[in-house]
């Protein structure tokens, strides 16, 4: 079942784009991850996805159906997590929690000192006394107790301590092998592909790329450094060798394309010493923004 | 439609404004009012000065004669005028607060990703700010009721006193819906306390001016307080059903518009 789905998705605030023809699909199951710098378009497409903005143009389907006509009836089974947390300062964790549950018909509140003991949150504080970390942990909280099954989440570990980042990436984990679909946007690499099976890269407004993040990284360029024997009986280097570089015999270069191409030409190699690196998330990541 | 979560909570939250506001309005009342019975012993020498004052300040002030005579007369010159002027200005405060707020605070993101149609949010919003109006209106009214009973003499005439009331809140209607229109049009984060007093005491003085005098009567057509009469002491004074349901029905208009226009709206977020 298809969980998200944009047809030709834009907003546009005057003249400014705020997103442009956005395409693209999360399926039931999914953790699927939205990767952009700031003001690339991420918070615009969420809150568009969950009403708060009218598309300049375009069509929204969530759990397969149309936005947002059936909004209140979707939202039933939505949580979300939004970048910058603003609550009702005069209340409690507990009266915001509590207030939230209100809207939801499939509410289990015995959730909320339950994820309050995982996440270490004292709920009989006022909000305006809590630390960012700890009215996050509240946000957290009340995106779960009504058991989504879809959780839409912006920039959600903003002022989580280490460990709280752990344990909350363990949690989604839970969540998702239970069924919850994940929807989970961040400008932090590393944690999109820790917990993410799939992205989608955003770039002024225009999503350009949506991959499976492992073929994501496996399908990038590759950085490369080979030791010969000596130098001087290598030859011309491949065509498909980019940024080539000598130091002494050590030979580093960028290879895009085809493996046996490499893997052949160093079978005809003497080498001493090979190694050859996948990029991480953010190297792929600037290469789409350097194209 | 409505969500009577959402309403429940909204009148909580607001009904600590609310009992400050009500305070206020209930205090003024009682202190005027305990002054009725030196001003009625002083009847006549005040009676004499009135006369001697023209009659163009006087109606702009909304006095007469019979203001130093009758329990009523003489809360019609303070209700007509300072509570009229009160209330009016929480009435749009509060009408134009209770969707700003939301917007000017950023709490607009966490409700609208809950189970909520934004028709559903305007109407429970409108709903709640209507309830704080009415008990505001209410409370008011009984005690500005036991008041005059227990400190004029004179039995109060109720129909006249329930006319005079009646008018009054169809005028605190209509402002409170304007202030919810105006949240929906202009910037939630502009001082909407600051309008609201503008516009009900601007509109109030254009009222005064066009009393003052006929030449000026024209300009009047422009201010509600216009069409609402509080002349409560005037021989024929009766209930206008008219001028009340045009008000009431104007009111639900600016608010069924403003409705329509905030289906509209992106919100302000951060």
């Given at each position: 079942m298809t969980v998200i789905e944009t047809i030709g998705l834009s907003k546009f605030y005057g003249k400014h784009i705020g997103i442009k023809n956005v395409n693209f699909t999360v399926e039931q199951g999914d953790k699927f991850g939205f990767v952009g710098p700031n003001g690339a378009?991420?918070?615009?497409?969420?809150?568009?996805?969950?009403?708060?903005?009218?598309?300049?143009?375009?069509?929204?389907?969530?759990?397969?159906?149309?936005?947002?006509?059936?909004?209140?009836?979707?939202?039933?089974?939505?949580g979300y997590i939004p970048a910058e947390v603003r609550y009702y300062s005069s209340m409690t964790s507990r009266q915001l929690l509590m207030y939230s549950a209100g809207f939801y018909q499939?509410?289990?509140?015995?959730?909320?000192?339950?994820?309050?003991?995982?996440?270490?949150?004292?709920?009989?504080?006022?909000?305006?006394?809590?630390?960012?970390?700890?009215?996050?942990?509240?946000?957290?909280?009340?995106?779960?107790?009504?058991?989504?099954?879809?959780?839409?989440m912006d920039e959600p570990t903003s002022g989580l301590d280490p460990l709280i980042k752990h344990k909350f990436f363990d949690l989604l984990e839970e969540k998702n092998k239970s069924g919850m679909t994940i929807f989970f946007s961040s400008h932090i690499l590393?944690?999109?592909?820790?917990?993410?099976?799939?992205?989608?890269?955003?770039?002024?407004?225009?999503i350009v790329a949506i991959e499976d993040v492992s073929s994501l990284l496996k399908n990038q360029v590759k950085q490369c450094r080979l030791i010969f024997k000596d130098r001087q009986g290598v030859g011309d280097l491949p065509a498909s060798f980019r940024q080539a570089s000598w130091q002494d015999?050590?030979?580093?270069?960028?290879?895009?394309?085809?493996?046996?191409?490499?893997?052949?030409?160093?079978?005809?190699?003497?080498l001493l010493d090979i190694s050859i690196e996948e990029p991480d998330l953010e190297t792929i990541f600037m290469n789409y923004y350097e194209r | 439609m409505i969500n009577t979560h959402l309403i429940a909570s909204e009148?909580?939250?607001?009904?600590?404004?609310?009992?400050?506001?009500?305070?206020?309005?209930?205090?003024?009342?009682?202190?005027?009012?305990?002054?009725?019975?030196s001003i009625q012993m002083a009847g006549d020498d005040l009676t004499a000065l009135l006369d001697s004052l023209p009659e163009g300040l006087l109606k702009g002030m909304g006095m007469d004669e019979f203001m130093m005579t009758t329990?009523?007369?003489?809360?019609?010159?303070?209700?007509?005028?300072?509570?009229?002027?009160?209330?009016?200005?929480?009435?749009?405060?509060?009408?134009?607060?209770?969707?700003?707020?939301?917007?000017?605070?950023?709490?607009?993101?966490?409700?609208?990703?809950?189970?909520?149609?934004?028709?559903?949010?305007?109407?429970?919003?409108?709903i709640s700010a209507f309830v704080l109006y009415f008990l505001l209106v209410l409370i008011q009214a009984i005690i500005a009721l036991l008041?005059?009973?227990?400190?004029?003499?004179?039995?109060?005439?109720?129909?006249r006193f329930v006319a005079l009331h009646m008018h009054g809140a169809a005028l605190l209607f209509f402002f409170m819906a304007l202030g919810i229109v105006s949240s929906v049009v202009i910037n939630p984060t502009m001082n909407f306390m600051g309008l609201g007093v503008g516009l009900v005491f601007g509109t109030y003085l254009i009222d005064a001016l066009a009393q003052s005098s006929t030449d000026l009567e024209w300009i009047g057509y422009i201010s509600p307080f216009y069409y609402t009469d509080f002349n409560v002491t005037d021989a024929g004074y009766q209930f206008n059903a008219i001028s009340t349901s045009i008000f009431f029905l104007l009111g639900l208009g600016l608010t069924i518009l403003a409705s329509r226009l905030f289906l509209r709206r992106d919100f302000l977020t951060l």
């Open positions: 378009g991420k918070s615009t497409l969420i809150r568009s996805l969950l009403g708060m903005l009218i598309p300049s143009s375009g069509q929204i389907k969530l759990m397969g159906k149309e936005m947002p006509q059936f909004g209140p009836q979707v939202r039933q089974s939505i499939n509410t289990d509140l015995s959730l909320i000192d339950e994820l309050s003991d995982f996440f270490e949150l004292k709920l009989d504080k006022k909000i305006s006394e809590l630390s960012t970390g700890n009215i996050k942990k509240t946000a957290i909280i009340q995106s779960l107790i009504h058991q989504p099954k879809l959780l839409i590393s944690e999109i592909q820790r917990l993410c099976n799939r992205t989608a890269v955003i770039r002024s407004g225009e015999d050590v030979l580093s270069f960028e290879f895009h394309g085809d493996i046996n191409v490499l893997s052949n030409w160093i079978a005809s190699q003497e | 009148v909580k939250v607001n009904f600590k404004n609310l009992m400050i506001w009500t305070g206020v309005v209930v205090a003024f009342t009682v202190l005027i009012m305990a002054f009725f019975p329990g009523l007369g003489f809360y019609r010159v303070y209700y007509g005028i300072y509570i009229i002027i009160i209330m009016g200005v929480y009435c749009f405060s509060t009408g134009a607060g209770i969707f700003t707020k939301e917007e000017a605070k950023h709490t607009i993101e966490f409700i609208m990703s809950k189970p909520i149609s934004r028709l559903e949010y305007f109407f429970s919003k409108s008041a005059i009973t227990w400190l004029d003499t004179e039995t109060i005439d109720i129909s």
